[in-house]
């Protein structure tokens, strides 16, 4: 199970640290990622990370203003989020994904946390 936390209203240009809190014993062993999704729009790739942390992947949309981290002693995957911009209001998701790297197929979905960047 995959709790997602952090999500709120901030103003543009702004930062928000999203957090993913996850049970079980093998979060270690799994990739975690960020999506997102807008009303009436497909979810979107936001980033992940790998099972250990040491490599981590962005959507370009993105890169360069957050940053996904994990603490596998915590069973915890964060998003820290900088720089933000109207457009990155939705409804964020995390996801645990079937392996120790990304790509794979996501096997878990939290429920999604609310961000709203105003202008």
């Known amino acids: 199970q995959l709790q997602a936390s952090g999500g709120g209203v901030v103003q543009a240009g702004g930062s928000l640290r999203l957090s993913c809190a996850a049970s079980?014993?093998?979060?270690?062993?799994?990739?975690m990622g960020w999506f997102r999704q807008a009303p009436g729009k497909e979810r979107e790739f936001v980033a992940a990370i790998n099972y250990s942390g040491s490599l981590t992947y962005y959507a370009d949309s993105v890169k360069g203003r957050f940053t996904i981290s994990r603490d596998n002693a915590k069973n915890s995957v964060y998003l820290q989020m900088s720089s933000l911009k109207p457009e990155d209001t939705t409804v964020y998701y995390c996801?645990?994904?079937?392996?120790?790297?990304?790509?794979?197929?996501?096997?878990?979905w939290g429920q999604g946390t609310l961000v709203t960047v105003s202008s």
């Open positions: 996801a645990q994904f079937g392996s120790t790297s990304w790509p794979s197929p996501t096997d878990y």
């Open positions: 079980g014993r093998t979060f270690s062993l799994h990739a």
